[in-house]
Nanobody, 125 residues
Framework: VQLQASGGGLVQAGGSLRLSCAASGRTFSNYAVGWFRQAPGEEREFVAG????????YYADSVKGRFTISRDNAKNTVYLQMNTLQPEDTAVYYC???????????????????WGQGTLVTVSS
Protein backbone atom coordinates (compact mmCIF):
# COMPACT_ATOMS: atom_id res chain seq x y z
CA VAL A 1 0.00 0.00 0.00
CA GLN A 2 1.24 3.52 -0.79
CA LEU A 3 0.65 6.34 1.67
CA GLN A 4 0.60 10.08 1.06
CA ALA A 5 0.57 12.41 4.05
CA SER A 6 -0.52 16.02 3.69
CA GLY A 7 -1.93 18.95 5.62
CA GLY A 8 1.08 20.22 7.49
CA GLY A 9 1.96 23.87 7.77
CA LEU A 10 2.75 26.78 10.03
CA VAL A 11 0.28 27.63 12.78
CA GLN A 12 0.33 29.73 15.91
CA ALA A 13 0.14 28.16 19.34
CA GLY A 14 -3.45 27.32 20.18
CA GLY A 15 -4.35 26.79 16.55
CA SER A 16 -5.48 23.71 14.67
CA LEU A 17 -4.47 21.63 11.69
CA ARG A 18 -5.88 18.52 10.08
CA LEU A 19 -3.50 16.02 8.56
CA SER A 20 -4.58 13.51 5.96
CA CYS A 21 -3.09 10.16 5.03
CA ALA A 22 -4.35 8.93 1.68
CA ALA A 23 -3.76 5.31 0.75
CA SER A 24 -3.70 3.51 -2.54
CA GLY A 25 -2.88 0.06 -3.77
CA ARG A 26 -4.73 -2.31 -1.44
CA THR A 27 -7.83 -2.59 0.73
CA PHE A 28 -7.09 0.12 3.24
CA SER A 29 -9.60 -1.10 5.81
CA ASN A 30 -7.38 -4.15 6.37
CA TYR A 31 -4.64 -1.98 7.85
CA ALA A 32 -4.22 -0.38 11.22
CA VAL A 33 -2.81 3.10 10.79
CA GLY A 34 -0.59 5.12 13.06
CA TRP A 35 0.61 8.68 13.11
CA PHE A 36 4.15 9.28 14.32
CA ARG A 37 6.22 12.43 14.59
CA GLN A 38 9.89 13.23 14.65
CA ALA A 39 11.40 16.48 15.85
CA PRO A 40 14.97 17.45 14.92
CA GLY A 41 17.45 15.41 16.93
CA GLU A 42 14.72 13.27 18.44
CA GLU A 43 13.53 9.73 17.87
CA ARG A 44 10.35 9.04 16.00
CA GLU A 45 7.50 8.82 18.48
CA PHE A 46 3.99 7.44 18.38
CA VAL A 47 1.20 10.01 18.35
CA ALA A 48 -2.06 8.18 17.60
CA GLY A 49 -3.32 4.96 16.06
CA UNK A 50 -6.54 3.53 14.73
CA UNK A 51 -7.38 -0.12 14.27
CA UNK A 52 -8.54 -1.93 11.16
CA UNK A 53 -12.17 -1.65 10.11
CA UNK A 54 -13.96 -0.79 13.39
CA UNK A 55 -11.69 2.13 14.20
CA UNK A 56 -10.62 1.65 17.81
CA UNK A 57 -8.25 4.49 18.67
CA TYR A 58 -5.26 4.99 20.94
CA TYR A 59 -3.28 8.13 21.78
CA ALA A 60 -0.01 9.12 23.30
CA ASP A 61 -0.52 10.85 26.64
CA SER A 62 1.03 14.04 25.25
CA VAL A 63 -1.77 14.51 22.71
CA LYS A 64 -4.74 12.91 24.45
CA GLY A 65 -7.68 15.30 24.51
CA ARG A 66 -6.17 17.53 21.82
CA PHE A 67 -5.73 15.23 18.82
CA THR A 68 -8.31 12.99 17.19
CA ILE A 69 -7.59 10.23 14.71
CA SER A 70 -10.31 8.97 12.40
CA ARG A 71 -10.64 7.03 9.20
CA ASP A 72 -12.89 7.04 6.17
CA ASN A 73 -12.39 3.67 4.51
CA ALA A 74 -14.58 4.65 1.57
CA LYS A 75 -12.07 7.39 0.81
CA ASN A 76 -9.03 5.31 1.81
CA THR A 77 -7.99 8.13 4.12
CA VAL A 78 -7.02 8.52 7.76
CA TYR A 79 -7.14 11.93 9.41
CA LEU A 80 -5.42 13.47 12.38
CA GLN A 81 -7.26 16.49 13.73
CA MET A 82 -4.87 18.49 15.88
CA ASN A 83 -6.27 21.15 18.17
CA THR A 84 -4.69 23.42 20.76
CA LEU A 85 -1.32 22.99 19.11
CA GLN A 86 1.76 23.86 21.11
CA PRO A 87 5.35 24.61 20.06
CA GLU A 88 6.40 21.19 21.35
CA ASP A 89 4.14 19.63 18.70
CA THR A 90 6.50 20.92 16.02
CA ALA A 91 7.80 17.94 14.04
CA VAL A 92 7.58 16.06 10.80
CA TYR A 93 4.46 13.91 11.00
CA TYR A 94 4.35 10.52 9.33
CA CYS A 95 1.52 8.11 8.76
CA UNK A 96 2.16 4.39 8.64
CA UNK A 97 0.16 1.23 7.99
CA UNK A 98 0.36 -2.11 9.74
CA UNK A 99 -0.95 -5.09 7.77
CA UNK A 100 -0.71 -7.68 10.55
CA UNK A 101 -3.98 -8.81 12.08
CA UNK A 102 -3.21 -7.71 15.62
CA UNK A 103 -5.73 -7.37 18.42
CA UNK A 104 -3.98 -4.23 19.62
CA UNK A 105 -2.71 -1.02 18.03
CA UNK A 106 1.09 -1.08 17.90
CA UNK A 107 3.01 1.98 18.99
CA UNK A 108 6.47 0.95 17.84
CA UNK A 109 7.59 2.08 14.37
CA UNK A 110 9.08 -1.34 13.61
CA UNK A 111 5.61 -2.91 13.54
CA UNK A 112 4.50 -0.74 10.64
CA UNK A 113 5.22 -1.98 7.13
CA UNK A 114 4.37 1.06 5.03
CA TRP A 115 5.19 4.73 5.55
CA GLY A 116 4.19 8.00 4.00
CA GLN A 117 6.73 10.67 3.18
CA GLY A 118 6.00 12.97 6.13
CA THR A 119 4.48 16.42 6.42
CA LEU A 120 6.00 19.24 8.46
CA VAL A 121 4.02 20.87 11.24
CA THR A 122 5.48 24.03 12.74
CA VAL A 123 3.84 25.68 15.73
CA SER A 124 5.03 29.17 16.59
CA SER A 125 4.79 30.61 20.09
Amino acid sequence: VQLQASGGGLVQAGGSLRLSCAASGRTFSNYAVGWFRQAPGEEREFVAGISRSVGVTYYADSVKGRFTISRDNAKNTVYLQMNTLQPEDTAVYYCAADGARRIYIPTTPAYFDYWGQGTLVTVSS
